[in-house]
């Protein structure tokens, strides 16, 4: 009461003394302005204050106060980036944003202080799904407003994004295209010619097959800088564009070894930038680490070390500059230039012969990369960022080989196995892990999330016909379902990544009677770790720039089925190569082998590899691998230590074969197909226009196999792999939500194990689509398979699994039953024909042969009962 009246007499004298009251709005502008006058880190606490209190009052909301807080939260952002609070600076765009498009509010520039730095931060951040469609968005409203200098902006910051997530062909198109048809003024084209000298670097980088691609490549590059340059030097505001065009020459340089010139352009551009008002500790930081890798490439370590000595310096409070000294890892933060110069700091050691402490800085660059991994929510961004970590888990795995080299002992190996494992298939084994544990809402926010992808997807794929006003919308939705999942996760605690128990591991590979192969495909050899025995061997093979031609030249045979035929001696020769080249295992007495492949090799049929190089064109007398092992495989050695056995129930079978007569599409074979797997198995089967996408959704949880004898398509790197059921196509992104637990997934149909490829998480394919699902153990092909002889090789692998036999087992003897039928042709005998289909998931012994035990013993003691009862008589 007291509190009420002296409000009362303070609000009396104001209104007496002729001043109104302070309405909330007029708080909110004072508390910014305010902060503004003296912005520090503490005074933050003041604005955050403010913000709860207005939310926190019960009085409905006007436009105008809503206006005022999105002004704080711009404000706050601004200089929580500013502080490196980068976290809270996105979280603070992001609250602007949100309320700004709730509220429908208007008459503040949203594009120039919320939605281009945020879509900045999400691109320094790695990002990438949630920085390319906040770009697109203040496209959009530059395109409608008609403001050239915003949608400039948008085309270079969507570069930016494009260069940055590998899809450097659609940032140069970009550019070219803006370049080329937009008018410009000079300092617009100088910019973006900036910045199409660093697509093609990265071109070059990625492909190292540009100077085929872009004819006088090098002249070209050099081209798009100076050209900048002179475009940039009228005017005074540039200095720093024009410190970026110098900065890009002297990388350029350095990278074909001319160091004098690489040097020289970096002196240029460090007068520029240092002539730049209101640089940023990140911006100086930044350049604080490529002046410390010009001189790490000259070898220079003393002074690469003093560069990122002062980067520490700059961005870490309290930094020790002792000799030899890291930061303390609850010091560091989500800060690409701290990354960076914490992987060259380790590249110095090792050049210094400090393996352990090489191995330290990594360690603290990986825990950043995991506080990068944990503020993502889209697929595409994570695996992205898993791409980069794989680049640091192989120069780890080298150093562990050396300290094995050196010390011998077994823990370094088995280390180095853990981190290429935490490289396997890490979106994919975190998607699964988490949604055992996930609230129903979180479920139904990535859900309706991935449903939006999708839409937009589809609707981009029409091209020119896609309506853009359409496609604003559907990302105006994902991205509010993007935020109020990042809501719900800010509530959850973090997990910690899991380490496989290597124990366990080989106790499961004994009791399988079971030897496995890891591989890591690394940017400078293939790695591979050698289980069995209870112990781990680390070898690798060749350069991988000479071993994956070797490897496309031996896929290439499954191209088309006459490549194979037309050329069996060559077959031979390069099958038997290649065998040697992965140095796979030589009359071992395993007789199961488990594949975790990596990289190109996730497309290869271990199966048809030859053992033994011969002269012979009979099919079924070549020495394949498929021969001396049943071979299984899986995404990792987590993967199949947690894969659950197969149910001992009666296996019941949901099929769907749509046919499609009557079309150009009709699978001829696919009823021989149906009715083989029918006599041997009940359940429910959906033919033609009966094997719709719905049908499958509502009954696909109740049966144990699902089989799918349909068409397919590997999709290619823009449009994503997709299967068809009769009344619709459907992604493999689409299937993520799908309710299912099955014991099998079969996938009879063409290309279902491939995608676009990522060396960590393997391919985007409609075989994933199911994984993600729920399904652990699936057979699925690698290539455009044959009708008739899938029917067949189907009808085998269906009475193997009758006749108890694992699917492991069934997959295998179907093929070495295919092999050995007589009624088909030795043509028909191309591995092309029976090795498209691969099997990932369980293995487990064989139940017949059990069955065989039990039911001998009981004879055995049935007949010495006899004998006994005989003899007594």
Known sequence: MKKLFCYFLLVSSLILFGQKP??????????????????????????????????????????????????????????????????????????????????????????????????????????????????????????????????????????????????????????????????????????????????????????????????????????????????????????????????????????????????????????????????????????????????????????????????????????????????????????????????????????????????????????????????????????????????????????????????????????????????????????????????????????????????????????????????????????????????????????????????????????????????????????????????????????NHTATPRIISFLDFFSNANKIIDNISDYNHYGHSLYEMLKLPVNSSYKNLIIVPDGILNFLPFEALITQESNTTNFAQMHYLLNDYNIGYQNSASFYLNTKPSSKQEKTVLGIFPVFENTPYTLTYSKDELHSIQKNFKGKYFKNSEASFDNFKKNAADYSILHLSTHADAGDVITPASIKFHDQEILYSELYHLSINPDLVVLSACETGIGKLYKSEGAMSVARGFQLAGAQNLLFSLWKVNDYTTSVFMDSFYQNIKNGQSYLEANANAKRDFLKNPEISNAKKSPYYWSAFVYYGAVETNEKTNYTFIILGILSVIALIWLFIRYRK
């Open 22 to 543: 302070l309405t909330q709005e007029d708080k909110i502008y004072n508390a910014v302005d305010a902060f503004v006058a003296n912005p520090t880190a503490e005074n933050l606490k003041t604005l955050n204050s403010t913000e709860n209190a207005f939310w926190k009052t019960p009085t409905p909301k006007t436009k105008n106060e809503l206006l005022a807080i999105v002004i704080l939260n711009c404000n706050k952002a601004y200089y929580e980036n500013q502080f490196n609070l980068i976290q809270q600076s996105v979280s603070s765009y992001e609250k602007a944003w949100k309320t700004y498009q709730k509220y429908h509010l208007n008459n503040y520039d949203i594009v120039e202080f919320c939605l281009k730095p945020l879509g900045n931060l999400y691109t320094i951040l790695g990002d990438y799904d949630n920085a390319e469609n906040t770009i697109k968005q203040y496209y959009y409203i530059a395109n409608q407003e008609k403001n050239q200098d915003k949608k400039i902006a948008a085309i270079l910051n969507l570069s930016n994004v494009y260069q940055n997530s590998g899809k450097i062909d659609l940032a140069i198109d970009l550019l070219e295209k803006t370049i080329q048809t937009e008018k410009l003024s000079n300092i617009q084209k100088g910019i973006l010619l900036n910045n199409l000298g660093n697509s093609y670097v990265l071109s070059y980088k990625s492909t190292g097959l540009i100077i085929k691609i872009i004819p006088n490549i090098f002249e070209k590059l050099e081209s798009s800088y100076l050209t900048a340059i002179k475009l940039l030097q009228s005017d005074k505001s540039q200095t720093e564009t024009l410190a970026n065009c110098y900065r890009n020459l002297s990388s350029l340089n350095s990278q074909w070894q001319q160091f004098e010139l690489a040097n020289s352009y970096f002196e240029k551009a460090k007068s520029y930038f240092y002539a730049t008002p209101n640089l940023s500790p990140r911006k100086i930081a930044q350049f604080k680490y490529e002046e410390a890798s010009l001189f790490f490439k000259q070898q220079k370590l003393k002074e690469a070390t003093a560069s990122i000595e002062s980067l520490f310096k700059l961005l870490i409070p309290n930094y020790s500059n002792k000799k030899n000294s890291l930061p303390e890892q609850n010091s560091l933060y989500t800060e690409t230039s701290l990354l960076d110069a914490l992987d060259l700091r380790a590249e110095i050691y090792s050049k210094q012969n400090q393996l352990k402490k090489a191995l330290e800085s990594y360690n603290l660059a990986f825990h950043i990369e995991d506080l990068f991994s944990n503020m993502m929510v889209y697929e595409n961004s994570k695996i992205i960022n898993q791409s980069r970590v794989r680049m640091r888990t192989e120069k780890c795995i080298v150093i562990y080989d050396l300290l094995y080299q050196k010390e011998q002992k077994q823990t370094y190996i088995e280390a180095a196995f853990q981190l290429a494992e935490q490289s396997k298939s890490g979106v994919l084994k975190s998607y699964l892990l988490q949604n055992k544990s996930l609230s129903s809402k979180e479920k139904f926010h990535i859900e309706q999330l991935q449903n939006w992808s999708n839409a937009i997807l589809k609707e981009q794929q029409k091209g020119d016909l896609a309506n853009i006003v359409k496609i604003n919308e559907a990302i105006k939705k994902q991205n509010g379902l993007m935020l109020s999942l990042k809501k719900i996760r800010s509530e959850n605690t973090v997990s910690e990544k899991e380490t496989i128990d290597i124990k366990s591991l080989f106790a499961q590979l004994k009791k399988d009677k079971s030897m496995m192969i890891e591989y890591f495909s690394g940017f400078e050899k293939m790695y591979f770790f050698t289980l069995d025995n209870n112990r781990i061997r680390l070898n690798f093979y060749w350069d």
